[in-house]
C-alpha cells in the first residue's frame, strides 16, 4: 500500500540555521512528490513539487528537495531558517489514478524557531 | 484568482445537529477534492468530484457525509447528525485536469469544526 512517513513528529531550530525535514514514501511506480507548508488555521500551501527530471528541486521561499530513488526519500531543505517559517510541513505522494490523481499525505513535522 | 474559498472558517454546533459547509474552487479548476484533518495529522481524502459527478468516495465517508458539487462549480460537504469524532478540519481541495496528472492541488483555509 501507498504511504509516506515523516520520521521527525517536532523539529526545532535555531533562527539562522540549516533545516532538513525528512520524508519517506511507499509507492511501487514512479512518484509525484510534494511538500506543503501549513501554519495554524490555514490551508496548506504547495512548497514545490517534483514530477520527473532533475532531481534536486526548487521551492517558494528558499525551498529545495532531493528525490532520491535509492532511498524512497524527498527530504526538505532550507540553507537558513527565518522565524517565519515555523509551521508544520507534509510530504505528500501523488499517485494517479484512472481519472484523478489521489494524494496521500504524511503525518507532518512540526518546526519552532529559535529566535 | 482568488484561491480555493472555504465558508465558514468556523463552526461550533452540538452533537446530532447537522452542518453543512462550502467550497468555492479556483473558476478554471474542474476538479475538487474534500479532505478531513484532524489535530496532529496530515490531511485524510474523503471525495473527489470531476465537474459534477463524484467520482470516489473514500470508506472515511460514513452514511451521514454526503457531498454535491450540482453545477461543476461549488460543492458542498453536509454532515448529518454530528458526533463527537466528526470534530476536525475540513478541507477542500482544487486542481485543473490538464493532462492527467501531476497537476498540485490548490487547498482552502479550511473549516474548522467543533462538536460540543
Known amino acids: 500500500a501507498q504511504s509516506v512517513t515523516q520520521p521527525d513528529i517536532h523539529i526545532t531550530v535555531s533562527e539562522g540555521a540549516s533545516l532538513e525535514l525528512r520524508c519517506n514514501y511507499s509507492y511501487g511506480a514512479t512518484p509525484y512528490l510534494f511538500w506543503y507548508v501549513q501554519s495554524p488555521g490555514q490551508g496548506l500551501q504547495l512548497l514545490l513539487k517534483y514530477f520527473s527530471g532533475d532531481t534536486l528541486v526548487q521551492g517558494i521561499k528558499g525551498f529545495e528537495a532531493e528525490f532520491k530513488r535509492s532511498q524512497s526519500s524527498f527530504n526538505l531543505r532550507k540553507p537558513s531558517v527565518h522565524w517565519s517559517d515555523a509551521a508544520e510541513y507534509f510530504c505528500a505522494v501523488g499517485i494517479l489514478k484512472t481519472s484523478y490523481d489521489k494524494v496521500i499525505f504524511g503525518p507532518g513535522t512540526s518546526l519552532s524557531v529559535i529566535p | 484568482d482568488t484561491g480555493v474559498s472555504q465558508d465558514p472558517r468556523h463552526k461550533i454546533t452540538k452533537r446530532g445537529q447537522n452542518v453543512t459547509f462550502r467550497c468555492d474552487p479556483i473558476?478554471?479548476?474542474?476538479?475538487l477534492y474534500w479532505y478531513r484533518q484532524t489535530l496532529g495529522q496530515g490531511p485524510e481524502f474523503l471525495t473527489y468530484f470531476q465537474n459534477e459527478a463524484q467520482l470516489e468516495k473514500s470508506r472515511l465517508l460514513s452514511d451521514r457525509f454526503s457531498a454535491e458539487r450540482p453545477k461543476g462549480s461549488f460543492s458542498t460537504l453536509e454532515i448529518q447528525r454530528t458526533e463527537q469524532g466528526d470534530s476536525a478540519m475540513y478541507l477542500c481541495?482544487?486542481?485543473?485536469?490538464?493532462?492527467?496528472?501531476?497537476?498540485?492541488?490548490?487547498f482552502g483555509d479550511g473549516t474548522r469544526l467543533s462538536i460540543l
Open positions: 481541495a482544487s486542481s485543473p485536469s490538464i493532462g492527467m496528472a501531476n497537476q498540485p492541488q490548490h
Open positions: 473558476s478554471e479548476h474542474n476538479r
